[in-house]
């Protein structure tokens, strides 16, 4: 296994990797904690958290394993190289752990919280069940021969899958709506730095090790922020340009009680 060429570069390595884990997994709290302020999930696309919970699952598999199996981690070294670097460090693994469970409480608020005639469409739930299922097929096939990287690779192009497809959802909800209210714009930017901050923590490890080996041999981690970043480039630019006219303005009717307030400042405490 290789070794760190330049000690200011493993220092940038492990800021940029903290940095992209603590932004990822801190952005889960604004949606979560909306919710519970409005105790309510209007505006939330359901679809977009059940196909979130998919994939954050799969990517733990793919990053546990890595980090964690020797077995895999000799597939690995025997099919990019014994002088190459796991792609997948602790910062990923902890992120990995701390979106399923977020994801699973934002799920669970989707059961308990005021949902109007919002529902979970039949669409994301036949592609959970072919994932899962297609899956477990690749599980048995990869059982006897012991394949393990090919199975966790499977894993890997799953979350990229996911990633790609659940933001779509939301995206469109959106556009319907012509309005983000509800889908809590904290997640974004937050989700936009944690994706900046993993792609350069990719890039430094391929400058140290003077190679490129680290973003194809772990294609989905590369895909994974190219993917989020232009989704929550889009999000934002609904959200700051398309349809800020959307947020709630005094009505016309309250207008002679706001100036029957400024005429009389006792009264303003009332207002």
């Not at 529902?119 to 394949?147: D, E």
């Not at 307030?261 to 009332?270: E, L, R």
Request: glycine share 4%; charged share 10%; with cysteine.
């Amino acid at each position: 296994m290789a070794s760190w060429n330049s000690t200011p570069l493993e220092i940038l390595y492990q800021v940029l990797g903290w940095t992209a884990f603590v932004s990822w997994s801190v952005s889960f709290y604004p949606q979560v904690i909306l919710n519970f302020r409005r105790k309510s999930v209007v505006g939330l696309n359901f679809d977009f958290v059940m196909l979130n919970l998919t994939k954050h699952s799969s990517y733990l598999i793919y990053n546990a394993a890595l980090y964690f199996s020797a077995a895999v981690q000799r597939q690995y070294f025997e099919k990019y190289g014994f002088g190459q670097m796991i792609p997948v460090a602790a910062n990923d693994v902890a992120f990995s752990i701390h979106a399923v469970l977020l994801t699973a409480v934002t799920l669970f608020q989707i059961i308990i919280y005021e949902r109007g005639s919002q529902k979970i469409s039949k669409v994301s739930i036949a592609i959970v069940s072919a994932v899962w299922l297609g899956a477990a097929v690749c599980f048995f096939i990869a059982l006897p021969s012991h394949r393990w990287l090919w199975l966790i690779s499977v894993f890997n192009t799953i979350q990229v899958f996911m990633t790609v497809i659940k933001y779509i959802p939301q995206a469109c909800m959106n556009f319907v709506r012509k309005s983000t209210d509800g889908f809590s714009i904290g997640n974004i930017l937050l989700d936009f730095l944690g994706g900046c901050a993993n792609y350069g923590q990719m890039a430094v490890q391929s400058i140290d090790q003077d190679s490129w080996v680290n973003f194809y041999g772990n294609i989905g981690k590369s895909l994974l922020s190219l993917v989020s970043i232009s989704f929550d480039l889009l999000f934002m630019f609904q959200h700051f340009v398309l349809y800020r006219s959307t947020v709630k303005q005094p009505s016309p009717e309250k207008e002679p009680l706001v100036k029957a307030s400024t005429a009389q400042p006792q009264q303003c405490s009332n207002v």
